[in-house]
């Protein structure tokens, strides 16, 4: 890309125009730097891009004045580099201005991650910098790292490298390679929320099972989620054709392409379907795009559950609930939130739930309420990634059970959809009124009488007061016998 083109690029961004604007007038040099730069170069969209400044004079300074510009909050980033952060008002933009790290702006990007990231534009526009040869990197789709000092100065780079990979697919040289395997046990040191916060990026991209695989192969997987490194070589039954691994990143493929055929999936039932997915959840994430996670350690306790009965057939009993408990340990580890790890651990307990009712079409009313009560929560969520999990698994009859079960799905869909907006039904008799009808006492017995008429009135059984009451009296004695 031409200097021209490339400062005509950056000038049509609306943050990148803000920050100009702002810094005007201020003493001293400043470049654009980073990822605006890079994205520039690639052609990527540069409307919602974050803003990495490098000014030879006074950081605190020229932060501040970029914060007044937008109206928002500014703060110290880093002490020991001098670096500061303005957000706007909605937290929706980021300008990071750092001082310059050595006498020149090329001593500076000789300093930083990848040759990718080492180019500058001056704020005014002009000749852009390149002192280690990152435009020709990006234009040959290469990913370079600049030496293994770079990752000496920060042991998070090679999951940096993996997510760059896997954002804007490039692909990193032999030498890259070589040096990120050598620096991957590091991975170990940087704090757990920086660690997430790359796994997030790598998961939310069109191209994550592929960026997962580069994590494999790197070394960069085993040092932050051994548990899943570990479902390597992880054999299961002829039911399935790959192994553990193999299929967990399958599945994870499967439910990246769900998120583009609902409406063939689930009919008219996909718009309310998408709406609620695309719902903000938790650590940054929607619910669709936790849907991700919840493939990626959905079988993640299969290697500590793996057995095999008399006749040979390999058996994993238990492994959804022991995954659930898997997830949460991960997920602490990683310092996300209690409930991300709570969707993740819940999809993880009740993933293998819809396949149970395949052969019970066409479900029941009361077949129906078990199954949202059981997997409340994830009713929703987890009919979905029961469909990934499905189309993943193409063993022996696969074919007529896929079709089975898309059409279970495609039952259960609707009635988890009205579920979550409304909630559970409520009995037509309050606990209260129940045990003064009753002469009943707080206990047991109460909770189970409530549980039994909130089903009933579900299924249409227990649809007035006069029928939930006679209902009780029935329940209790039965109970009673």
């Not at 592929?210 to 548990?227: D, F, K, S």
């Not at 408990?325 to 739930?353: I, K, Q, W």
């Not at 994830?378 to 698994?393: K, N």
């Not at 609707?414 to 559970?424: D, F, M, Q, V």
């Amino acid at each position: 890309m031409s200097a021209p083109a490339l400062t005509r690029r950056l000038a049509e961004a609306d943050s990148l125009r803000t920050v100009r604007e702002a810094l005007t007038g201020l003493p001293g040099e400043a470049w654009i730097v980073g990822g605006a730069v890079r994205d520039a170069i690639l052609g990527r969209p540069l409307e919602h891009v974050d803003v990495d400044v490098v000014v030879k004079d006074d950081a605190q300074a020229a932060a501040r004045a970029v914060a007044r510009a937008v109206r928002g909050p500014v703060f110290p980033l880093s002490e020991e580099f001098g670096a500061w952060r303005a957000l706007d008002r909605d937290r929706q933009f980021s300008c990071d201005v750092s001082p310059l790290q050595g006498e020149t702006i090329d001593e500076d990007l000789r300093h930083r991650d990848f040759t990718v990231n080492a180019v500058a534009v001056p704020l005014e526009g002009g000749e852009p910098i390149d002192p280690t040869g990152g435009i020709a990197d990006l234009e040959a789709g290469v990913l370079r790292v600049l030496g293994p000092g770079a990752y000496a100065a920060d042991p998070l780079r090679p999951l940096r490298l993996v997510r760059l990979s896997t954002e804007l697919g490039l692909a990193p040289d032999a030498e890259t390679e070589r040096l990120t395997r050598d620096a991957a046990p590091r991975l170990t040191e940087p704090a757990p929320e920086r660690i997430f916060g790359e796994l997030r990026r790598i998961l939310i991209a069109p191209g994550a099972a592929e960026g997962l695989e580069l994590a494999e192969r790197l070394g960069v997987l085993p040092a932050v989620l051994p548990e899943i490194a570990a479902l390597r070589g992880v054999e299961q039954s002829r039911f399935h054709h790959l192994d553990v691994y193999e299929h967990t990143l399958e599945v994870l493929r499967r439910q990246i392409e769900l998120e583009g055929r609902l409406e063939e999936l689930f009919g008219e039932a996909a718009g309310p379907l998408w709406e609620l997915l695309k719902e903000p959840l938790a650590d940054d994430l929607t619910r669709l795009q936790a849907l991700r996670l919840g493939a990626l350690f959905h079988d993640v306790a299969k290697p500590g559950t793996r057995g095999m009965r008399p006749d040979g057939r390999v058996t994993f009993i238990g492994h959804d609930s022991a995954g659930e408990e898997m997830a949460a340990t991960v997920f602490r580890r990683l310092h996300t939130s209690e409930r991300l790890r709570g969707f993740v651990g819940a999809l993880a307990r009740h993933h293998l739930v819809p396949g149970f009712l395949v052969k019970e079409r066409p479900l029941s009313t009361g077949a129906v309420y078990a199954y949202l009560k059981r997997c409340e929560p994830v009713e929703v969520e987890v009919t979905v990634l029961s469909c990934a999990d499905r189309l993943a698994t193409r063993g022996e009859n696969s074919e007529k059970a896929i079709a089975a079960h898309l059409e279970l799905a495609r039952e259960l869909i609707e009635p988890a959809l009205a579920w979550r907006a409304a909630g559970p039904p409520k009995p037509p008799l309050r606990g209260d009124e129940l045990m003064a009808e009753l002469a009943m006492e707080p206990g047991p017995e109460l909770g189970e009488l409530l549980e039994r008429l909130e089903e009933a009135a579900y299924t249409g059984e227990a649809a007035t007061r006069e029928q939930a009451l006679a209902l009780a009296r029935r329940l209790r004695q039965d109970l009673r016998r």
